[in-house]
T-cell receptor, first 112, second 114 residues
Framework: DAKTTQPTSMDCAEGRAANLPCNHS???????VYWYRQIHSQGPQYIIH???NNETNEMASLIITEDRKSSTLILPHATLRDTAVYYC?????????????FGQGTILTVHP | EADIYQTPRYLVIGTGKKITLECSQT?????MYWYQQDPGMELHLIHY???????EKGDLSSESTVSRIRTEHFPLTLESARPSHTSQYLC?????????????FGNGTRLTVT
């Protein structure tokens, strides 16, 4: 699996966009980028995933660079409840998908 | 919201006791997983199952065991608890037969062995 690098922590003002970067320079052609988040004392929550095209859902947008070596998760209007640890994971799809490796992630703090 | 439940939410138990952590899901998912997470640390996969009567060890060695007799139920057992087993245990499930299905997590069991 490709290794990912994320900043340890980030801050964001409530109501502003939160842009969380992730580097995955060794990603291979069949590996997806997945994002999860974990709010304190809860289980992780799936946010979004993509292969090479930008993706958007009701929670967030995922922007993947053309060379696929990095990506950015965008929370368009951050709220205090978005304070969490955000995990960027790169993994091949298919039956082995569940064997995800959750790294240290980025601690996002949204402040009033 | 995903329907995956873990009990108990918190457990404090003495060394040497046998314990079973319960995990149930009502979504009919074939695949189920157990992760272990120490406070502020990464999640590590310790067990997984791709269906009834299927169990495999994960990436992190664990002294726990699991069983999958029914689709909806994936309990984790520690035969003799030790202080080194103190951790949070997270159960997850996903659909089978598809290239991608998001993991749905329970809220975990926080285990303390004294």
């Amino acid at each position: 699996d490709a290794k990912t690098t994320q900043p340890t922590s980030m801050d964001c003002a409530e109501g502003r966009a939160a842009n969380l970067p992730c580097n995955h320079s060794t990603i291979s052609g069949n590996e997806y980028v997945y994002w999860y988040r974990q709010i304190h004392s809860q289980g992780p929550q799936y946010i979004i995933h993509g292969l090479k095209n930008n993706e958007t859902n009701e929670m967030a947008s995922l922007i993947i660079t053309e060379d696929r070596k990095s990506s950015t998760l965008i929370l368009p209007h951050a709220t205090l409840r978005d304070t969490a640890v955000y995990y960027c994971i790169v993994r091949v799809g298919g039956t082995s998908y569940g064997k995800l490796t959750f790294g240290q992630g980025t601690i996002l703090t949204v402040h009033p | 919201e995903a329907d995956i439940y873990q009990t108990p939410r918190y457990l404090v138990i003495g060394t040497g006791k046998k314990i079973t952590l319960e995990c149930s899901q009502t979504m009919g998912h074939d695949k189920m997983y157990w992760y272990q997470q120490d406070p502020g640390m990464e999640l590590h996969l310790i067990h997984y199952s791709y269906g009834v009567n299927s169990t495999e060890k994960g990436d992190l060695s664990s002294e726990s065991t699991v069983s999958r007799i029914r689709t909806e139920h994936f309990p984790l057992t520690l035969e003799s608890a030790r202080p080194s087993h103190t951790s949070q245990y997270l159960c997850a499930s996903s659909e089978g037969g598809r290239s991608f299905s998001p993991l749905h997590f329970g809220n975990g069991t926080r285990l303390t062995v004294t």
